[in-house]
């Protein structure tokens, strides 16, 4: 009998060895996978040191020396003792501001309501209509812009002329410039905010809301209490990179100034004005002073939408 025994649990019969039997696929499955993880990260990795990390501490190099020689804070006493810093910072500032709260109200409405579409085909097409802008590079949407409001030309030259502009110099006016360029900011990037918010709420368990609906609650206030606290994730997520986005204003503020003849300013952003002490100036140590001080600020402005909507919490 106990020869039997022995026998049966030795060839892995009993519970013991169905066990042990068990894992040894599990855990060649899990290398298997942390293998191939590694895989796809290297290559990720390799592009963040190369363009990301390198060139930041390169950054930090030229920021706080001059000539190769150690040089302390002396390049961005420098730059704030510039008369085109301030206002450069005030632009940056004022369209961030337009930018991100029309984002993360506008978007995430659109999304809700987009996703509160039950027609199939009307929802799809929205989504599609919404996402179009986005395939138009940066400069190719402002030249599109710039056709648009030229009340001379755009086709929308009637709604225009009642406002009071007669001349494309007229409309982008650089008191107008922080509206004029979070339309066009929001015209080319909602659409794919659009579409993830429509994937994070498509995410929400179908239980939860049934239960909602059950209980009598109203299209606004699920979304209230329960699409919107599940969305909280999304939401700083798109702040976050939205941030990153709109403190690199260059493309738009260039493109109109070559296109108006310097109606707006040359150094109208805080990107434009490093461009032209590398470039103008040739005083790189200037420009990565610039450069560093709006990492310092989308980092620490960043930090605020991880810890308030909560990014790198288990649920």
Same mark, same amino acid.
């Given at each position: 009998m106990s020869d039997t025994?022995?026998?049966?649990?030795?060839?892995g019969a009993g519970p013991r060895g169905r066990r042990r039997g068990a894992a040894a696929p599990r855990r060649a499955a899990g290398r298997h996978q942390a293998r191939y993880g590694y895989i796809f990260v290297a290559g990720y990795t390799l592009f963040l040191l190369a363009f990301g990390i390198i060139p930041t501490l390169y950054a930090v190099y030229l920021?706080?020396?001059?000539?190769?020689?150690?040089?302390?804070?002396?390049?961005?006493?420098?730059?704030?003792?510039?008369?085109?810093?301030?206002?450069? =910072?005030?632009?940056?500032?004022? /369209?961030?501001?337009?930018? #991100?709260?029309? $984002? !993360?109200? !506008?978007?995430?409405?659109?999304? $809700?309501?987009?996703?509160?579409?039950?027609?199939?085909?009307?929802?799809?097409?929205?989504?599609? !209509?919404?996402?179009?802008?986005?395939?138009?590079?940066?400069?190719?949407? @402002?030249? $599109?812009?710039?056709?648009?409001?030229?009340?001379t030309v755009s086709p929308v030259?009637?709604? #225009?002329?009642?406002?009071?502009?007669?001349?494309?110099?007229?409309?982008?006016?650089?008191e107008n410039l922080p509206v004029i360029f979070t339309v066009i900011a929001f015209w080319a990037g909602a659409g794919g905010w659009i579409v993830i918010m429509f994937g994070a709420l498509n995410n929400v368990? @179908?239980? =939860?809301?049934?239960?909602?609906?059950?209980?009598?609650?109203?299209?606004?206030k699920t979304a209230w209490y329960i699409q919107l606290p599940m969305l909280a994730k999304w939401i700083s997520y798109m702040g976050i990179m939205s941030?990153?986005?709109?403190?690199? #204003?260059?493309?738009?503020?260039? @493109?109109?100034?070559?296109?108006?003849?310097?109606?707006?300013?040359?150094? /109208?952003?805080?990107?434009?004005?490093?461009?032209l002490y590398?470039?103008?100036?040739?005083?790189?140590?200037?420009?990565a002073a610039i450069s560093l001080l709006l990492l310092v600020v989308a980092l620490g402005l960043s930090t605020v939408f991880i810890f308030r909507g909560r990014l790198f919490e288990s649920d």
């Amino acid at each position: 009998m106990s020869d039997t025994i022995t026998i049966v649990t030795a060839s892995g019969a009993g519970p013991r060895g169905r066990r042990r039997g068990a894992a040894a696929p599990r855990r060649a499955a899990g290398r298997h996978q942390a293998r191939y993880g590694y895989i796809f990260v290297a290559g990720y990795t390799l592009f963040l040191l190369a363009f990301g990390i390198i060139p930041t501490l390169y950054a930090v190099y030229l920021a706080f020396t001059k000539g190769g020689q150690f040089a302390g804070i002396d390049n961005f006493v420098k730059i704030f003792n510039d008369y085109r810093f301030l206002p450069a =910072v005030g632009h940056v500032a004022l /369209y961030v501001v337009f930018w #991100l709260i029309s $984002l !993360l109200v !506008l978007v995430t409405l659109l999304a $809700l309501v987009v996703h509160a579409v039950r027609v199939r085909w009307l929802s799809s097409a929205s989504r599609f !209509l919404f996402y179009i802008p986005g395939a138009i590079a940066g400069a190719s949407s @402002v030249l $599109l812009w710039l056709f648009v409001l030229d009340p001379t030309v755009s086709p929308v030259s009637g709604l #225009l002329q009642a406002m009071g502009f007669e001349k494309l110099v007229n409309v982008v006016a650089v008191e107008n410039l922080p509206v004029i360029f979070t339309v066009i900011a929001f015209w080319a990037g909602a659409g794919g905010w659009i579409v993830i918010m429509f994937g994070a709420l498509n995410n929400v368990p @179908v239980e =939860v809301m049934e239960a909602a609906r059950i209980d009598g609650a109203g299209a606004v206030k699920t979304a209230w209490y329960i699409q919107l606290p599940m969305l909280a994730k999304w939401i700083s997520y798109m702040g976050i990179m939205s941030l990153a986005a709109g403190t690199q #204003l260059f493309v738009e503020p260039k @493109v109109l100034a070559q296109a108006t003849k310097n109606v707006v300013p040359e150094d /109208y952003s805080l990107n434009q004005l490093a461009y032209l002490y590398a470039f103008r100036q040739g005083d790189f140590s200037g420009s990565a002073a610039i450069s560093l001080l709006l990492l310092v600020v989308a980092l620490g402005l960043s930090t605020v939408f991880i810890f308030r909507g909560r990014l790198f919490e288990s649920d």
